[in-house]
């Protein structure tokens, strides 16, 4: 069945507001999970954007390191490359190095993705891991309260990239995908579980972004070009955190920065 989705996007003047809006997005979506059950299961994805959106996350003289609610924690990520946690292309150690080390997270609150191993079996690991720590059954999938996304100027999204294996696998909740235009393994989380998250947030900045959003979120859908487009949220919401450079193509906002984009995907 066809179903409707609905884009709300935030436009904020520069690179610095964004983060700051991204530190308050965080905050506020965990907040609210621990508001309702006590605790929050969050995904996060690599770049720039997200870094200095971690960084004010632990900077003490922030509102939001106060705020946030450690304790209550469970840190994930979307995807990773397939390097050891101290390589420069890590993931992990690019979040360990803005945030993790500076904030009171637990070692048994912190749950990266083995990326120095073998590619299909850090897949498997990081799958048992989310079935672990879950509590899932057979064919449940995890139901994370935030999934952070970025978005590539390929259009490609957590590690999957166009026309690769991962776009179509369906029965995983993780799984290797051997990017060939960059020679590399990835391991990524699925469709499915990126998609069942309550709250899914694309969070892009810099006007060499402008030309994919407007395609993947305005232009008809080619998802094996643009899986991008292959993000539609259980929930029919699907939030973009976008600064005035990487939104320059999209529809005006109104009045407080806001815009909406209606879909039937």
Request: proline share 8%; charged share 25%.
């Amino acid at each position: 069945m066809p179903q409707n989705l609905r884009i709300v996007y935030s436009v904020e003047p520069d690179a610095a507001a964004l983060a700051r809006q991204a530190a308050e997005y965080f905050v506020a979506k965990a907040e609210e999970a621990v508001a309702a059950r006590g605790w929050t299961r969050i995904a996060i994805s690599g770049g720039s954007t997200p870094k200095t959106a971690f960084a004010l996350l632990a900077d003490p003289s922030q509102p939001w390191r106060g705020r946030m609610p450690w304790e209550k924690i469970d840190l994930f990520w979307v995807d990773e490359r397939c390097v050891p946690p101290d390589h420069p292309d890590s993931n992990y150690r690019m979040t360990r190095e803005a945030m993790l080390d500076h904030v009171p997270l637990k070692p048994e609150q912190i749950h990266r993705i083995e990326g120095e191993l073998e590619p299909e079996i850090a897949a498997a690991r990081y799958e048992e891991l989310l079935r672990s720590r879950f509590g899932l059954e057979g064919a449940d999938v995890p139901r994370f309260d935030v999934v952070q996304l970025g978005m590539g100027t390929d259009g490609h999204t957590a590690s999957l990239f166009p026309h690769t294996k991962a776009l179509h696998e369906f029965n995983r909740l993780a799984a290797a995908n051997h990017v060939e235009n960059k020679d590399a393994w990835r391991v990524t989380l699925t469709l499915p579980v990126i998609n069942n998250a309550s709250q899914v947030f694309f969070l892009v900045g810099g006007a060499e972004k402008a030309q994919i959003l407007k395609e993947v979120f305005e232009e008809p859908r080619d998802a094996e070009r643009l899986p991008s487009q292959l993000i539609t949220p259980a929930g029919g919401i699907l939030t973009l955190l976008l600064d005035r450079a990487a939104a320059a193509l999209l529809p005006p906002t109104d009045a407080q920065g806001m815009g909406v984009i209606e879909r039937t995907e």
